[in-house]
T-cell receptor, first 115, second 118 residues
Framework: KQEVTQIPAALSVPEGENLVLNCSFT??????LQWFRQDPGKGLTSLLL?????REQTSGRLNASLDKSSGRSTLYIAASQPGDSATYLC??????????????FGKGTKLSVIP | GAVVSQHPSRVICKSGTSVKIECRSL??????MFWYRQFPKKSLMLMAT?????????EQGVEKDKFLINHASLTLSTLTVTSAHPEDSSFYIC??????????????FGPGTRLTVL
């Protein structure tokens, strides 16, 4: 069964700093990996999706990498801003033995960017 | 991107009552929708997969008689928490899968429903 771990659970940085959020997964047979953002009391917003055949994806100040062999993904945020404060979730997507596709989520990293 | 709505956003109910939560895909059709539950500082836990026109598939440990799921159309799935108790208080999030670009599709998430059972 897939398990997704995110470290650290919480992170506080001063505005302008570059930062890295880490995600590890136990089953390398993932189909893709997604990073989401969740604001307090809100749903999820998809940030980046990396297919298993890809190594990284970029969107603006965000860059996500994927290393299937080591079971790791990172989310790099450049020049952090207070508006980046949120909880960041990673999720591994895979097909089960029954052929259904599911996402398995980590617990998230709560990011606080201090002005 | 596509939009998924949930209604209500917040609900407070008395113990023993039933609560229905709606999940709608607003600009695409979704043969599959997913219902998740999120506890504070915990990851989203998949409760069940809702399949249009057929029975939902429940994850291990989720009581199907407690959490009734109906996916009667390609744009609407409902989750009914029957005889709710305080331990059912949680944040419920749905997602709808858009397969227009092929498998495995893209999951779009709703804004969530905060259920508080008194």
């Amino acid at each position: 069964k897939q398990e997704v771990t995110q470290i650290p659970a919480a992170l506080s940085v001063p505005e302008g700093e570059n930062l890295v959020l880490n995600c590890s997964f136990t089953d390398s047979a993932i189909y893709n990996l997604q990073w989401f953002r969740q604001d307090p009391g809100k749903g999820l917003t998809s940030l980046l999706l990396i297919q298993s055949s890809q190594r990284e994806q970029t969107s603006g100040r965000l860059n996500a990498s994927l290393d299937k062999s080591s079971g790791r993904s990172t989310l790099y945020i450049a020049a952090s801003q207070p508006g980046d404060s949120a909880t960041y979730l990673c999720a591994g997507g895979a097909y089960s033995g029954a052929g259904s596709y599911q996402l398995t989520f980590g617990k998230g990293t709560k990011l606080s960017v201090i002005p | 991107g596509a939009v998924v709505s949930q209604h209500p956003s917040r609900v407070i109910c008395k113990s023993g009552t039933s609560v229905k939560i709606e999940c709608r895909s607003l600009d695409f059709q979704a043969t599959t929708m997913f219902w998740y539950r999120q506890f504070p500082k915990k990851s989203l836990m998949l409760m069940a997969t809702s399949n249009e026109g057929s029975k939902a598939t429940y994850e291990q440990g989720v009581e199907k008689d407690k959490f009734l799921i109906n996916h009667a159309s390609l744009t609407l799935s409902t989750l009914t928490v029957t005889s709710a108790h305080p331990e059912d208080s949680s944040f419920y999030i749905c997602s709808a899968r858009d397969l227009s670009a092929g498998e495995p599709g893209t999951q779009y998430f709703g804004p969530g429903t905060r259920l508080t059972v008194l």
